[in-house]
């Protein structure tokens, strides 16, 4: 994910569209003044404090640096960095007061360092939040475009207890010169999607679930035209990972408008695309059941013990591992389009990118007793990757087979599938379109981003130059 180019603004310019300047907020501009100027206080105060001392003055500065940093950090960022950086600032400002502030040096010199430092974390918080709206502020990624000639958006209005007809996506469409085509009950989504296309569609999109979102992005890839993503369905995982702002039905609309497009892959199944994940074993069977749509996590809860329990039949499923070790009876397989950072069964978590060119591999081999227990407990927390037996790894191809057809969950629809099934990823088949406006990134995206990434990003706020998140820069 990278910020615009010259060559990508001249593209632009071409198609008749003036790319969006993007600036930072003047309130998070004048935090990120503030937390700079501070945090160089800080390194002047101590200092200043120790001028007695020549060697400790050059050394508190230098002490100070790092504290300072991994505070920035610390404060920005979330999960494993955020506790690494907060246990390296708080290492490192004990060795200030212990070890280079002197009995004679600590009192009010002291204070005014950590004041000083408290003030300029604080700020940075501030200056480099990664909130719905915090994230508008920076430049989407990806190639800017000239709007759609023939847009065309299919949509489902019963999906997402109907979200079509809630926002009024018709007369929306209408509005902006797109063309909608209402699914019926017993229309063939993919027949109504290659229609539109023989009609002569540059852009097509769809307004439902991921499942429909997989069937009209392969329509497109074969096409070779753009995609548009609209978060009309219940969960909207795919429009999530897209950097969609997934309360913001009707703006998606945009895409079709100037907007920025770029490549990501699909993966499939013995043929069938899908955008997010395919789930065999536990997941697969609980997803059969009625009660789940309306109650996925309690439903999760209340089926795992059975599933899991002493009684349970072992899956009939058998693959590779990371360590080339044929592996059989594993009770949860996942893959995905691109890694996951998983969280639960029913929660999946987010993904960083939609463009490595790999699948996102993950399966749990788990015993009984304590070990299920602790299974079911680290799926409630959103936790799985701490438990035993659960392992996660890529690979652009992978092979599962049974001695029977397969039980599968295929972006959250319940299929029977023969053996073996065969997944491959599919680099950048298919090319998607964003708003201008839209965040641009998914919560994975935000992740455990690197120092020298989060202290550039901090000084170029103060200057009121917006950072891109750009995967390069970890």
Same mark, same amino acid.
């Given at each position: 994910?990278?910020?615009?180019? $010259?060559?990508?603004?001249?593209?632009?310019?071409?198609?008749?569209?003036?790319?969006?300047?993007?600036?930072?907020?003047?309130?998070?501009?004048?935090? @990120?003044?503030?937390?700079?100027?501070?945090?160089?206080?800080?390194? &002047? !105060?101590?200092?200043?404090?120790?001028?007695?001392?020549?060697?400790?003055?050059?050394?508190?500065? !230098?002490?100070?640096?790092?504290?300072?940093?991994?505070?920035?950090?610390?404060?920005?960022?979330?999960? @494993?960095?955020?506790?690494?950086?907060?246990?390296?600032?708080?290492?490192?400002?004990?060795?200030?007061?212990?070890?280079?502030?002197?009995?004679?040096?600590?009192? /009010?010199? /002291?204070?005014? #360092?950590?004041?000083? /430092?408290?003030?300029?974390?604080?700020?940075?918080?501030?200056?480099?939040?990664?909130?719905?709206?915090?994230?508008?502020? =920076?430049?989407?990624?990806?190639?800017?475009?000239?709007?759609?000639?023939?847009?065309? %958006?299919?949509?489902?209005?019963?999906?997402?207890?109907?979200?079509?007809?809630?926002?009024?996506?018709?007369?929306?469409?209408?509005?902006?010169?797109?063309?909608?085509?209402?699914?019926?009950?017993?229309?063939?989504?993919?027949?109504?999607?290659?229609?539109?296309?023989?009609?002569?569609?540059? &852009?097509?999109?769809?307004?439902?679930?991921?499942?429909?979102?997989?069937?009209?992005?392969? &329509?497109?890839?074969?096409?070779?035209? $753009?995609?548009?993503?609209?978060?009309?369905?219940?969960?909207?995982?795919?429009? =999530?990972?897209?950097?969609? +702002?997934?309360?913001?039905? #009707?703006?998606?609309?945009?895409?079709?408008?100037?907007?920025?497009?770029?490549?990501?892959? /699909?993966?499939?199944?013995?043929?069938?695309?899908?955008?997010?994940?395919?789930? %065999?074993?536990?997941?697969?069977?609980?997803?059969?059941?009625? +009660?789940?749509? +309306?109650?996925?996590?309690?439903?999760?809860?209340?089926?795992?013990?059975?599933?899991?329990?002493?009684?349970?039949?072992?899956?009939?499923?058998?693959?590779?591992?990371?360590?080339?070790?044929?592996?059989?009876?594993?009770?949860?397989?996942? #893959?995905?389009?691109?890694?996951?950072?998983?969280?639960?069964?029913?929660?999946?978590?987010?993904?960083?990118?939609?463009?490595?060119?790999?699948?996102?591999?993950?399966?749990?081999?788990?015993?009984?007793?304590?070990?299920?227990?602790?299974?079911?407990?680290?799926?409630?927390?959103?936790? =799985?990757?701490?438990?035993?037996?659960?392992?996660?790894?890529?690979?652009?191809?992978?092979?599962?087979?049974?001695?029977?057809?397969?039980? &599968?969950?295929?972006?959250?629809?319940?299929?029977?599938?023969?053996?073996?099934?065969?997944?491959?990823?599919?680099?950048?088949? #298919?090319?998607?379109?964003?708003?201008?406006?839209?965040?641009?990134?998914?919560?994975?995206? %935000?992740?455990?981003?690197?120092?020298?990434?989060?202290?550039?990003? =901090?000084?170029?706020?103060?200057?009121?130059?917006?950072? $891109?998140?750009? +995967?390069?820069?970890?």
């Amino acid at each position: 994910m990278s910020p615009t180019t $010259p060559d990508q603004t001249d593209a632009a310019d071409e198609a008749g569209e003036v790319p969006p300047v993007h600036h930072v907020a003047e309130p998070d501009r004048a935090a @990120a003044v503030g937390a700079v100027v501070l945090g160089v206080a800080a390194l &002047v !105060a101590g200092a200043v404090s120790l001028a007695g001392d020549l060697g400790r003055a050059l050394l508190a500065p !230098a002490a100070l640096l790092v504290v300072v940093t991994a505070a920035w950090i610390a404060a920005t960022r979330t999960g @494993a960095l955020r506790l690494l950086a907060s246990a390296l600032a708080v290492a490192a400002l004990a060795v200030v007061v212990i070890g280079i502030f002197t009995a004679e040096s600590r009192g /009010l010199g /002291l204070a005014i #360092v950590i004041a000083l /430092l408290l003030g300029s974390t604080t700020l940075s918080r501030r200056a480099l939040r990664r909130d719905p709206a915090a994230l508008k502020a =920076l430049p989407t990624p990806g190639t800017p475009v000239g709007p759609a000639r023939r847009g065309v %958006l299919i949509m489902n209005l019963k999906s997402g207890g109907g979200k079509a007809e809630e926002f009024d996506l018709e007369a929306e469409c209408r509005a902006r010169g797109i063309e909608p085509v209402v699914l019926g009950p017993d229309d063939d989504l993919l027949d109504l999607a290659e229609q539109a296309v023989a009609r002569g569609a540059d &852009v097509i999109g769809m307004a439902g679930g991921d499942g429909s979102q997989a069937l009209v992005a392969t &329509v497109a890839s074969a096409a070779g035209i $753009p995609h548009v993503c609209i978060p009309a369905g219940t969960r909207n995982h795919f429009a =999530l990972d897209l950097g969609l +702002d997934r309360d913001d039905v #009707v703006g998606a609309l945009d895409a079709y408008g100037p907007a920025v497009e770029r490549r990501i892959d /699909l993966a499939e199944v013995n043929g069938r695309v899908f955008v997010n994940n395919v789930s %065999l074993g536990v997941y697969a069977e609980i997803i059969q059941s009625p +009660d789940y749509r +309306d109650a996925k996590r309690q439903t999760t809860a209340a089926m795992l013990p059975e599933l899991l329990g002493p009684d349970a039949e072992p899956f009939d499923l058998h693959f590779e591992g990371p360590d080339g070790i044929d592996h059989h009876g594993a009770q949860v397989i996942q #893959v995905s389009n691109n890694p996951y950072v998983l969280s639960s069964l029913a929660g999946f978590g987010s993904r960083a990118r939609l463009d490595t060119g790999e699948l996102g591999l993950a399966a749990a081999e788990i015993g009984r007793g304590v070990d299920i227990a602790a299974f079911v407990a680290a799926d409630a927390a959103g936790r =799985l990757g701490s438990v035993a037996g659960w392992n996660e790894w890529t690979a652009p191809c992978f092979t599962v087979t049974s001695g029977a057809p397969i039980a &599968v969950g295929i972006d959250g629809e319940a299929l029977v599938i023969d053996s073996p099934l065969e997944f491959r990823s599919r680099p950048g088949a #298919v090319r998607v379109r964003l708003p201008h406006d839209a965040p641009g990134y998914s919560p994975a995206a %935000l992740e455990d981003y690197s120092p020298a990434w989060t202290v550039g990003a =901090l000084i170029r706020a103060a200057f009121g130059r917006p950072t $891109p998140i750009d +995967d390069d820069q970890r």
